[in-house]
């Protein structure tokens, strides 16, 4: 028998390849190699900017994040060949503080989309807002696509909001904040791994995290609390942003929740659904979800 190939996987070319994206990521001129810099509301830890005349944008954190740099760091060099994950593109430290230069996104948040073009906050009656409700689930089947690639990598996303999904100016979807992404779910020990996660936004916070420290802090955390958040992405993105999904009581004999689903389709009521069940078992995977009827192009 023939001797098995070698695999192309060495750990030298590995650590060749990563020294060199880190060459390819240095900014060694800081700061100083950036113009127009402006602070972005609302969060204050993003900053826009211009480097050789093209627009990036400048995520800040301070030294006593470093713990969530990391974290972040970590995944976007693991994510940088993901369609649908901001691309990282220099690293840099200037004074007290990490700077990761992304790609910028220049079609705004997917939360202030859907206020604008689906909830009447500048939109043009029903007829553009049912438009506009067609251009979100497709928005959705990409945001889904982009999730089950970072589930395939072994990760948690763990900060999913609508508001940390951003848009090219095209509208496609852009996987944005990963400060709390644990890159494997025992990487920080089942204590800090649980949390880390609990100070996630609190409208996209599974059951399993509201419960940690009662029942569910003695397991390890799982990638269906990112299948809940999502869920509640795409709640608010169709019942409107002040949805309060917790105020939803579940149902006791199907454990999914009650939502006022007279206002969405009947697939997407099933989906919405199943991704905000009680029971992190019941939920569909994100690559599930990215091929679930409601989202079908035929029914776009």
């Known amino acids: 028998t023939s001797a098995a190939r070698p695999s192309r996987a060495t750990p030298g070319r590995r650590e060749a390849a990563e020294e060199e994206d ?3 990521l240095s900014r060694p ?3 100083s190699g950036y113009t127009d810099v402006r602070e ?3 969060r204050g830890d993003v900053q826009s900017a211009r480097r050789h005349g ?3 944008a400048l995520k800040v ?3 006593k994040n470093s713990a969530a740099c990391r974290r972040e760091l970590r995944a976007l060099k693991a994510f940088r060949r993901g369609e649908g994950v901001v691309r990282l593109q220099g690293v840099f430290q200037d004074r007290d503080a990490m700077y990761l230069e992304l790609s910028w996104c220049g ?3 997917l939360e202030a989309w859907c206020k604008r073009e689906i909830h009447g906050e500048g939109s043009q009656g029903r007829d553009s807002a049912m438009e506009a409700t067609v251009r979100a689930l497709g928005i959705f089947r990409q945001v889904w696509s982009a999730l089950a690639f970072v589930h395939r990598q072994g990760a948690i996303h763990g900060n999913l909001a609508l508001s940390h999904v951003l848009l090219t100016s095209d509208l496609r979807p852009t996987l944005t904040h990963f400060e709390r992404c644990l890159m494997d779910a025992g990487d920080e020990g089942r204590e800090d791994g649980w949390t880390v996660l609990t100070r996630s936004p609190s409208d996209y916070v599974a059951p399993e995290l509201a419960d940690w420290g009662r029942s569910a802090g003695q397991v390890a955390p799982t990638q269906a609390i990112d299948l809940y ?3 509640a992405m795409m709640a608010k993105a169709f019942l409107g942003p002040d949805l309060d999904i917790s105020a939803c009581p579940y149902d006791v004999q199907r454990g999914i929740r009650k939502l006022p689903e007279d ?3 009947v697939d997407l009521a099933d989906l919405v659904q199943l991704l905000l069940a009680q029971s992190p078992a019941v939920r569909p995977t994100a690559a599930a979800a990215a091929a679930h009827r409601a989202l079908e192009p035929a029914n776009l």
Do not use: I, Q, R, W
């Open 263 to 265: 206002k969405l389709d």
């Open 22 to 24: 880190d060459a390819a």
């Open 61 to 63: 954190h301070s030294g």
């Open 29 to 31: 001129e800081g700061l």
């Open 107 to 109: 079609g705004g948040s």
């Open 54 to 56: 093209d627009l990036v």
């Open 40 to 42: 972005l509301p609302p």
């Open 229 to 231: 958040a999502a869920g």
